[in-house]
């Protein structure tokens, strides 16, 4: 388990995709023993629609870290994040 699978994890449960509970326990059981990590954002720029699931520490090059949320690298523009939980 590491961050990737959880990231995956998590886009399947906000696409509503069929998996077995135990992966999505498997994320949640991660997620408990790795407080400091938190819970994935899905990140969408609502100019260029871009999107991408990533932890709070993470930057990508679509979008910047700010101090509340991300920020598309592209348009400029604050990107609306959701929480994803297992
Ligand atoms: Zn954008």
Redesign the pocket.
């Known amino acids: 388990m590491d961050r990737q699978i959880v990231r995956e994890t998590a886009g399947r449960v906000l696409r509503s995709d069929e998996m077995a509970a135990s992966e999505r326990e498997n994320a949640a059981e991660f997620l408990r023993q790795n407080p400091a990590l938190g819970n994935p954002h899905m990140v969408r ?6 999107m991408t699931m990533l932890f709070r520490d993470e930057d990508t090059g679509l979008f910047t870290r700010t101090l509340h949320g991300w920020r ?4 400029n ?1 604050h ?1 609306a994040s959701q929480v994803v939980r297992f």
């Open positions: 720029c609502g100019w260029c629609h871009v598309c690298t592209a348009c523009e990107a």
